[in-house]
C-alpha cells in the first residue's frame, strides 16, 4: 500500500493498481467503476495513441528529475510491467519473458510514438497463462500430496527464476497448493473445504483477468513507464480519476456499503453509519450480494465471479434511485430481494474526529487532554474552484474541534495522524498555521531549482498551549509537512514510530482531455498525477527518504515494515536546500525531550504490554526475513501456532489503517501517550503557551 499523494491540485490516489491484487482490495460501494470488457475487446483505440503521446511528452517536459524517456527508462518499463501482472513469477515461462525481452530497449520509442500494442501482445500471453495454470491446479489438487516432505515454498521473488519449461512449472504450482491447503488447514479449514475453496479462488482470478479492460491495461501498461520515474507518477484512466474527486470530497451518491471480493464472492464488510443502507436497516456485515438489478423493475444480474470493481458500478448511481440486491444472509442459501433508495453519504470515517479525554495524574489533579483524529487532508477542489463558502476541508473541520476545545478548557492537544497517508498540500499549510502564528510552512524546489517557500499567512493561533504529534511509518507527504513544521519551530513534540514514511514530492495533476485539446468541455482521457516538486522542512532538509524523526519513540511493529518511502523502486533521492527564515517557539528544549524519553522508557520497562510488542518485533523481523516457508505440515503448523500468538504484517496494518467508530482506541498505547502528554505539560512551565522565542 501506498501513501496518498501529496498534490498540488489536492487529488490523491486510493491504492496501487495491481491485477494481482483486485482479489483482496476493498472497495466501497459507492466507488466509480471502470466497464466490463473481455479480452477479446481489447482492441486497439485512437485515445489510446493520444493518450500514451500526451503521457509522453509531459513526461519529458514536467518530471521532477528531468531524465528523458530513454532506453533505461524502457527496461525499467518492461520490468515493472511484467512484476505488475507475474510478481512471483508464477505464470510466465523464462520464455515468454525472453520472447517479450526483445522489445526491452524499445518500449520508450513505442510509447513516444503512441503505441501500446506491447502491453496488449504480453497481456494476451498472461491470460494464456492464467488459463493454464488454473488447470494446472485442479491437477495439483488430485494428486496425492506430500505433507511429510522437508521441503520449502521460496516466497522471494528474487531468489526463484521464471519456469523454464512445464514440469517446472508444475513442481512450483505444487509448492505453491500445498502452502495455500496448509494456510487452510491452520484456519481450522478441513482438507475437503481447503481444496474447494482453493480450486474456486484461482478460477475466480482467471475469470476476472479475462474481464479487464481497455483502460486498465492502458493504466497498467503507462504506469510501469510513468513509475519507472518515481513511484507516485502514475497515469490514472478517468475512472481513478473519479475516484480521486471522490475520496477528497468524502461524499458521494450510493447505497453506503463496504464490500469485499473473495474467491468470486461479493461480501458486505460494513455499513457505513447513517447511510442508505443503514437506513433500510437489512444490509449487515458478512451478507453476501448475488445479483443486483436497476430500479423496481430491472433485470436481475447475476455478479458472483464479477469484477469487484464492475459490481460496485452496478449498485452505486444517483441518489434518490433504486437499486435492487440479491442478497444471502450470513448462514443461509436463500436470497431475499431488498430495494434500497441511493442517497448521498458522508464519509464520517476519513473526516477529523475529536474527544476531550479527563486523565488522572499521579497527583491526583485532572489533565484535559484534546485528542483529534486525522486519517486525510481533504479538500473538495471542485466546490472551492466554484466559489462555494462553505465547502468540505480539513482546516474547517479542525478549527472547530479547536474552538471546542477551548470552550471545554482543554491544557493539551494531540493530533493523531498514525494512520494520515497525506492529502491537500493546501490543506497541510493551513492546518499548520492552526498552531503557528505565522511563517514558512513547508519550502518547494522544482525542475529547475527554483525553491519557494509556502508561508501561512493567517496571523494568530486556534490552539496555543502543549501540542503532542502522533505518527507511524504510516503517516506520509501532507502528515509528515505538517509535523516537520511543528518540529522545525519547536512549536510541540513528534511521538511514535522512530520516523515517518518519508514521501518528500509534490505531485500535480494534468487532465490529459485538456492538454491534447484546449477547448471547452475536451473529452475525458483521464490523467496524469506527475512529480514535479520535492518539498522540503523549514530547516532545509527533505523529509524524502528519510521522514520526520520522532522526538519522543514508542515501540510498535510498523517501524520495521518494509512500508517506507525508500522500499518503493526509484524512489527520488534525499537533499536538502537552504533554511528559510522563522522564528522558533519555547515549546520544546533538548533536555525536555531527553527527560520524556528516559520517562517512557522506564515506563515500557515495567510495562507487559509493551514487553509483548517487544518479543513480537523480534518474531516479526526474524519472519520477514524469511525467504522461504516449511512445507512439512506438522513443522508448517508449529511455527504457524507461535506466529500467531502475535500480530502478523498484514493484521498490523489493517488494525493501523482500519477505521472505527471510536475517536481512539483506549489500549495500553493510548495511554502511554496520555503519559507522555501529562509529562510534557509537567516540564513546560506551568500555563506556558506557544510564545516566540
Not at 491485477?19 to 470488457?37: G, Y
Not at 444472509?329 to 476519513?350: F, P
Not at 474552484?385 to 476541508?393: E, I, N, W
Request: aromatic share 8%.
Amino acid at each position: 500500500m501506498h501513501p496518498t499523494t501529496v498534490t498540488r491540485n489536492s487529488w490523491r490516489r486510493p491504492g496501487a493498481l495491481r491485477v494481482l491484487t483486485f482479489a483482496s482490495f476493498l472497495f466501497s460501494a459507492i466507488f466509480v467503476c471502470l466497464p466490463d470488457q473481455s479480452s477479446a475487446q481489447l482492441a486497439p483505440k485512437v485515445s489510446e495513441r493520444r493518450v500514451a503521446f500526451a503521457v509522453t511528452q509531459l513526461m519529458k517536459k514536467d518530471h521532477l528529475s528531468n531524465h528523458p524517456i530513454d532506453d533505461e527508462m524502457s527496461q525499467r518499463a518492461f520490468d515493472q510491467f511484467l512484476k505488475t501482472l507475474d510478481p512471483l513469477k508464477l505464470y510466465f515461462y523464462q520464455s515468454d519473458v525472453d520472447e517479450f525481452a526483445a522489445n526491452r530497449d524499445k518500449l520508450d520509442d513505442m510509447v513516444n510514438a503512441g503505441d501500446v500494442s506491447f502491453s496488449r501482445t504480453v497481456f494476451d500471453r498472461f491470460l494464456k497463462r492464467v488459463n493454464e495454470r488454473v488447470a494446472m491446479v485442479d491437477r495439483v489438487l488430485a494428486a496425492d500430496l506430500d505433507f511429510e516432505k522437508k521441503e520449502m515454498f521460496i516466497t522471494d521473488a528474487d531468489k526463484v527464476q521464471y519456469p523454464k519449461n512445464e514440469a517446472e512449472a508444475y513442481d512450483r504450482w505444487r509448492q505453491r497448493v500445498k502452502y495455500d491447503i496448509l494456510s487452510e488447514k491452520a484456519d481450522d479449514k478441513t482438507p475437503e473445504e481447503a481444496q474447494e475453496k482453493i480450486h474456486r479462488r484461482y478460477e475466480s482470478f482467471a475469470r476476472r483477468m479475462s474481464q479487464t479492460s481497455g483502460d486498465e491495461l492502458l493504466e497498467m501498461f503507462l504506469t510501469s513507464m510513468t513509475s519507472s520515474f518515481d513511484p507516485h507518477t502514475t497515469y490514472m484512466s478517468p475512472s481513478t480519476l473519479e475516484n480521486f474527486n471522490i475520496s477528497m470530497r468524502l461524499q458521494l451518491d450510493g447505497i453506503g456499503a463496504a464490500l469485499l471480493s473473495e474467491d468470486g464472492v461479493v461480501k458486505v464488510t460494513k455499513v457505513i453509519p447513517g447511510g442508505a443502507a443503514d437506513k433500510h436497516g437489512k444490509l449487515h456485515p458478512e451478507d453476501t450480494i448475488v445479483t443486483v438489478g436497476q430500479g423496481e423493475n430491472g433485470e436481475m444480474v447475476d455478479v458472483v465471479d464479477m469484477k469487484l470493481n464492475d459490481v460496485v458500478n452496478l449498485i452505486r448511481g444517483k441518489a434518490g434511485t433504486v437499486v435492487r440486491l440479491g442478497v444471502k444472509a450470513k448462514g443461509t442459501g436463500e436470497t431475499t430481494i431488498y430495494n434500497v433508495t441511493r442517497a448521498k453519504i458522508e464519509l464520517k470515517d476519513s473526516e477529523a474526529r475529536g474527544e476531550v479525554i479527563d486523565h488522572k495524574t499521579d497527583d491526583g489533579r485532572t489533565l484535559r487532554v484534546g485528542w483529534i483524529d486525522l486519517p486525510s487532508f481533504y479538500m473538495d477542489m471542485d466546490a472551492a474552484r466554484r466559489g462555494l463558502g462553505d465547502f468540505k476541508s480539513t482546516t474547517r473541520d479542525v478549527r472547530k474541534l479547536l474552538d471546542d476545545f477551548n470552550d471545554q478548557e482543554v491544557q493539551a492537544v494531540v493530533l493523531d495522524l498514525r494512520r494520515n497517508g497525506g492529502g491537500s498540500l493546501t490543506e497541510a499549510i493551513n492546518l499548520t498555521g492552526l498552531f503557528i502564528d505565522q511563517g514558512p510552512v513547508v519550502q518547494v524546489k522544482d525542475s529547475s531549482g527554483n525553491i519557494q517557500a509556502y508561508d501561512d499567512t493567517d496571523r494568530g493561533m486556534v490552539w496555543k498551549g502543549p501540542l503532542v504529534v502522533l505518527t507511524s511509518k504510516l503517516s506520509a507527504s501532507a502528515s509528515e509537512i505538517l509535523a516537520g513544521a511543528i518540529q522545525d519551530y519547536k512549536r510541540g513534540i513528534i511521538v511514535g514510530d522512530q520516523a515517518t514514511h518519508g514521501k518528500g514530492t509534490v505531485q500535480s495533476l494534468l487532465d490529459l482531455g485538456s492538454q491534447l485539446f484546449p477547448v471547452p468541455n475536451p473529452p475525458n482521457y483521464g490523467a496524469l498525477k506527475i512529480t514535479m516538486q520535492q518539498f522540503y522542512r523549514p530547516n532545509g532538509e527533505s523529509t524524502q527518504r528519510r521522514g520526520v524523526e520522532a522526538d519522543v519513540v514508542l515501540p510498535w511493529i510498523t517501524t520495521h515494515m518494509d512500508i517506507g518511502e525508500g522500499d518503493l523502486d526509484y524512489a527520488i533521492a534525499w537533499d536538502k536546500i537552504p533554511q528559510a527564515q522563522y522564528t522558533l517557539y519555547n515549546m520544546v528544549d533538548p533536555n525536555l525531550l531527553k527527560q520524556l524519553q528516559t520517562d517512557v522508557n522506564d515506563r515500557i520497562g515495567q510495562s507487559e504490554d509493551f514487553q509483548k510488542v517487544n518479543k513480537n518485533i523480534e518474531r516479526y523481523v526474524v519472519q520477514k526475513n524469511r525467504k522461504a516457508v516449511n512445507l512439512n505440515e506438522a513443522e508448517y503448523l508449529a511455527e504457524r501456532k507461535e506466529l500467531d500468538k502475535e500480530k502478523t504484517e498484514e493484521d498490523t496494518f489493517k488494525e493501523d489503517t482500519e477505521n472505527t467508530d471510536e475517536v481512539v482506541k483506549k489500549d495500553f498505547y493510548f495511554d502511554e501517550v496520555i503519559d507522555v502528554t501529562s509529562d510534557y505539560v509537567k516540564l513546560l512551565e506551568q500555563g506556558r503557551v506557544a510564545a516566540r522565542q
